[in-house]
């Protein structure tokens, strides 16, 4: 375990929804799909 803590939020009836994750020197946001893969860029 290196600290992070992906979070998802808004997920909507068909699984799809918001992620994100807090890093130590930045963070990564992205989107959570229907068929469950999560894509996260850094912002």
Request: aromatic letters at 4%.
């Amino acid at each position: 375990a290196n600290g992070t803590r992906l979070e998802y939020s808004d997920i909507k009836s068909d699984g799809s929804g918001k992620a994100k994750e807090v890093l130590k020197d930045f963070t990564l946001e992205g989107t959570l799909a229907a068929d469950g893969k999560t894509t996260l860029k850094v912002t």
